[in-house]
């Protein structure tokens, strides 16, 4: 499945993001590109949503195409890490691009959510 959800501003400020699912597994790779931002979050906040209602296990989200993430997005991670952990099932980051390590290293984020440097290494702890 692949959206893409865009702002109603002029093309030179327009922000956007895009989501795509893959399947490593037994996780799905939801993969972002863009930014996360407060016009971008609910629908990414939705999109996890119906991986979660579909009874996914294990979602691993792919920030290598991501370069900045606001508080409206550090807080769709926050809750979706509580309700799957909730649940016992994985939710883990992975390949963040340096703008978006400082954000969460800033936020205190990188010490609550599983993060991981590569996608194989978010594959194989999911598949633990």
Do not use: W
Not at 97 to 118: H, Q, Y
């Amino acid at each position: 499945m692949d959206s893409s959800i865009s702002s109603s501003q002029p093309a030179e400020t327009r922000l956007s993001l895009s989501i795509s699912d893959e399947f490593h597994g037994p996780a799905v790779v939801v993969r972002l590109s863009g930014q996360l931002d407060t016009l971008t979050a609910k629908p990414f906040e939705s999109h996890l949503a119906e991986r979660i209602g579909q009874s996914q296990k294990r979602i691993i989200v792919d920030l290598a195409e991501v370069n900045y993430v606001s508080s409206y997005g550090l807080r769709v991670f926050l809750l979706t890490a509580k309700q799957l952990r909730s649940d016992r099932r994985a939710f883990i980051l992975c390949r963040l691009t340096p703008e978006v390590k400082k954000i969460f290293k800033i936020s205190g984020f990188d010490k609550i959510l599983a993060i991981c440097e590569t996608l194989e290494e978010a594959v194989a702890l999911a598949s633990e």
